[in-house]
């Protein structure tokens, strides 16, 4: 029996073998040992409630480089490695001869030392022997070349010979490891990416337009095609845009795309699911703030979701990457897991520079702090060949650590010291932002000015908000809302009529909805809405768009959102200013344009109106980092929302975690300077075990800290 290194979790490495012992099988009638029953049927019982991980890869090393390998990663505090997501020359060397008896070998050996695995689908990386054989399953470019090897991601992620292939080995890695107890959970794939482009890509685009719209007739009309005489006769002649075309055609394209890879994805889960023990979770890794598909239609058929967290070039900035994990979050609307993280630098940006002393943990803090639940390191080794030779690694070419090693295995100690007390928490907060990838898609195709980007206009809500509220949920405008005291919608440009109607309840319901400017511009298919923004929300706000502006220089606002004089500094809106009229007796105005281009002279820039209980509010320009501090200071006050904690200086970032009767802060120092924070009440330092009332952190520092739930 093993000790458990942290919670109360404990089995048998002898039930580890005899689960799939057969080392060679071939196609045809499956001859992979019969399933024995499940050692275990419930999911959590057998993890460390925080896990430290690694990519490790174990197909490009001999195996008696595996167990020096995983003694490093034990006495490193390492709980898990994810394992083979691009081993499918190895396991499967020619078609229908399955090699799983290297994989076993090397779970068994995890688990020897402690680390439990998540196995990766292969998919992303198919074999040259199968492209070879089914050249239809490569992805064709968008200069309708095809791909080719070298790299990977080259499949037709719509194509189903591809599916059927990526089913096959779905289903005997599954046969083979899916009652493994040694392996808790399964990521398919790798960061969905490529679209492919070719003609029968095109096909099932056409088809798919066809069960959307029904008859050529409808989408015609929903898609204005008299414009440059676009009217479609025939499915057939519907083509595939990406940058420049039809506002409804480019957004029908992503949708199919996304709607492309859930049904990817789902060919996969289904194959896994019919073999795995329920225990084992099934995810992906999805990338932040990539926007190829709607993570809103992928997510729901997923366990857990995970993602890749990449600083690239520079420091971490914790706003930026902060809000990427409320994204995260958001996509279940529950705690995730970080499945790649860098070991101090990567090597696909300008310039690698390495994370400084100190920022890893710092990371992994604000990682776990934003709800993360698993933070993996990728990855543990470079293979000596291959594509990525310069990144960051845990361990040298030459087998032993890097200088980052003491400082992911001081995070080993810390998870195990924290997790208790963090087991069973998750982030909870007063106020969400709502994200789109639509209102995304639809601006970037037309961005009117150059400079604006829908993300970066996000950040500049998130930002203020969470200094005041510390505690942010970034979710779809589909997510239930009902329990946000506030809403914001920062350029919410496609508000589709149920969108709207909902939007309405949570206002009529007593909530208050901020709607940035560019919001409730478009319907579903992306054409213009008639009433001018926002939309089917104009009626409700008592007031409405009456022209928007790209501005070559910023624009001076006047009002400060009810701040004391002594506090207003001179704000300007940036980038985008609409000229906003007031319809109704009882919308206010917060803001005014002060003199610019003529149009906007003394024009409202931001209006508000009390709906009963609840409140709409809408916010016609891009405000400067000043304005958004007076804007979000009034939305919190206004809406009742409360600091998590209390004021902390403003390097300090802080993080609430709850559940039952916990709360727990993390709190991260990302400034330079050292800072004291005085805390509300007298608090259980974790890490430190002592208890504390003021708290002394320098940069990097970290501290975390447990006191009574609130009630
Ligand atoms: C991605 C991939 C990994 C690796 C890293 C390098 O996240 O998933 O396989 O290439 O980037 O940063």
Avoid at 180 to 194: K, L, M, R, S, T
Avoid at 522 to 536: E, I
Avoid at 668 to 687: A, C, R, Y
Wanted: aromatic residues 10%; glycine residues 8%; proline residues 6%.
């Amino acid at each position: 029996m093993r000790t458990p290194r942290n919670g109360n979790w404990s089995w048998s490495v002898s039930a580890l073998v005899a689960l799939c012992l057969s080392t060679t099988v071939f196609t045809g009638v499956s001859q992979v040992a019969a399933s024995p029953t499940p050692l275990r049927s419930s999911s959590s019982e057998s993890r460390a409630p925080l896990l430290l991980g690694a990519a490790w890869y174990p197909e490009q090393w001999p195996e008696a480089r595996w167990e020096p390998d995983l003694q490093l990663m034990e006495s490193a505090g390492i709980h898990f490695v994810r394992v083979g997501e691009f081993a499918w020359s190895t396991m499967e060397p020619a078609e229908g001869e399955y090699k799983f008896d290297w994989l076993e070998r090397a779970i068994a050996l995890a688990a020897k030392h402690h680390i439990q695995v998540v196995l990766g689908t292969p998919t992303a990386a198919p074999p040259a022997w199968l492209t070879q054989k089914y050249p239809e399953t490569l992805r064709i470019n968008e200069d309708g070349r095809p791909d080719e090897h070298g790299n990977r991601q080259q499949f037709n992620w719509s194509d189903p010979k591809y599916r059927e292939l990526a089913h096959d080995i779905a289903s005997r890695m599954a046969e083979c490891f899916g009652h493994n107890p040694n392996v808790i959970g399964w990521q398919i794939d790798n960061e969905y990416a490529e679209e492919s482009y070719g003609p029968d890509d095109r096909q099932r685009f056409q088809q798919w337009l066809k069960s959307r719209y029904g008859t050529l007739d409808a989408l015609n009309a929903r898609w204005t095609t008299a414009y440059w005489s676009q009217t479609y006769t025939d499915w057939n002649q519907i083509p595939i845009e990406t940058g420049y075309g039809n506002p409804g055609l480019l957004l029908n394209w992503k949708l199919f795309v996304s709607d492309t890879w859930r049904s990817y994805q789902k060919n996969q889960i289904d194959a896994i699911r019919s073999h795995a023990d329920t225990r084992q979770f099934i995810t992906t890794n999805m990338m932040g703030w990539f926007s190829g598909y709607d993570h809103y239609t992928v997510s729901p058929e997923l366990d857990l979701a995970a993602w890749d967290d990449y600083v690239g070039e520079g420091h971490l900035d914790p706003v930026r990457n902060g809000a990427a994990h409320d994204l995260t979050r958001g996509f279940l609307g529950k705690s995730f897991w970080v499945m790649e993280t860098q070991p101090g630098f990567v090597n696909w940006a300008k310039v690698n520079n390495t994370l400084n002393k100190g920022e890893v943990r710092a990371m992994a803090w604000h990682d776990l702090g934003h709800g993360a639940d698993a933070v993996s390191y990728w990855q543990w080794r470079s293979a000596l060949n291959g594509q990525e030779e310069y990144h960051g690694t845990l361990v040298g070419a030459d087998g032993t650590p890097t200088p980052l090693y003491a400082e992911v295995a001081q995070l080993g100690r810390e998870f195990a010291k924290a997790g208790p007390v963090l087991a069973g928490t998750s982030v909870h907060s007063e106020v969400a932002i709502l994200h789109s990838y639509e209102s995304r898609w639809a601006i970037n195709w037309q961005r009117h000015n150059s400079d604006y980007d829908p993300v970066k206009e996000l950040l500049s809500y998130y930002g203020p908000l969470r200094d005041y509220a510390q505690s942010i949920d970034v979710v779809s405008p589909d997510a239930p809302l009902s329990q946000y005291k506030l809403v914001v919608a920062p350029a919410l440009n496609v508000i589709p009529e149920e969108t709207a109607q909902k939007l309405i309840a949570y206002v009529r319901g007593g909530g208050h909805l901020v709607l940035g400017d560019r919001s409730g511009m478009k319907d579903a298919d992306n054409a213009l809405w008639p009433q001018r923004q926002p939309g089917p929300l104009a009626d409700l706000l008592g007031g409405r768009v009456e022209q928007y502006y790209a501005l070559e220089a910023p624009v001076e606002v006047l009002g400060n959102f009810g701040q004391p004089a002594s506090m207003r500094a001179k704000q300007y809106a940036n980038l985008w200013a609409e000229q906003l009229s007031v319809k109704a007796p009882d919308t206010e105005v917060l803001l005014r344009y002060a003199k610019s281009n003529g149009w906007l002279d003394g024009q409202p820039a931001a209006i508000t109106r009390r709906v009963g209980k609840g409140r709409i509010t809408y916010i016609g320009a891009s405000l400067d980092s000043k304005a958004m501090a007076a804007a979000a200071n009034w939305m919190v006050r206004t809406s009742g929302v409360t600091r998590a904690l209390g004021p902390v200086p403003a390097s300090i970032d802080v993080y609430p975690r709850s559940g039952g009767d916990r709360l727990v802060y993390i709190l991260v120092n990302f400034g330079k300077k050292t800072e004291t924070v005085d805390l509300p009440s007298e608090m259980t330092d974790i890490l430190h075990d002592s208890k504390v009332r003021r708290l002394t952190l320098q940069q990097y520092d970290v501290a975390v800290l447990q006191t009574a739930a609130r009630h």
